[in-house]
Nanobody
Framework: QVQLVESGGGLVQAGGSLRLSCAASTRTFSSYAMGWFRQAPGKEREFVAAITWSGGNTYFPDSVSGRFTISRDNAENTVYLQMNSLKPEDTAVYYC???????????????????WGQGTQVTVSS
């Protein structure tokens, strides 16, 4: 069982930045692909970012590419989401997720991930 705890959410003005953190309670953190998803009120959960077990590859949808970066520290069992140039449409609850990485892992697909955090609210004001 892997527990994930997100932090770093809050209220920020449009154009500002936030850095989300996700701490994992597992001794095998480096075996997991890590992803970030978000869900706004009345909308489906959507993919935001993912990083492979080694950190060697990262993935983003067009909506955040160039503004968001994802990184991980396997020694600290933590994954980060740096969000820059935030827009009001980025407002959502952001969730961290972990899934056993493999050659067939589909990083943008939510049901590939086995473990989820409780979420952290990000609100971007205009």
């Amino acid at each position: 069982q892997v527990q994930l705890v997100e932090s770093g959410g809050g209220l920020v003005q449009a154009g500002g930045s936030l850095r989300l953190s996700c701490a994992a309670s597992t001794r095998t953190f480096s075996s997991y692909a890590m992803g970030w998803f978000r869900q706004a009120p009345g909308k489906e959960r959507e993919f935001v970012a993912a990083i492979t077990w080694s950190g060697g590859n990262t993935y983003f949808p067009d909506s955040v590419s160039g503004r968001f970066t994802i990184s991980r520290d396997n020694a600290e069992n933590t994954v980060y989401l740096q969000m820059n140039s935030l827009k009001p449409e980025d407002t959502a609850v952001y969730y961290c997720a972990a899934g056993t990485d493999s050659g067939r892992f589909r990083y943008a697909v939510s049901y590939e991930y086995d473990y989820w955090g409780q979420g952290t609210q990000v609100t971007v004001s205009s």
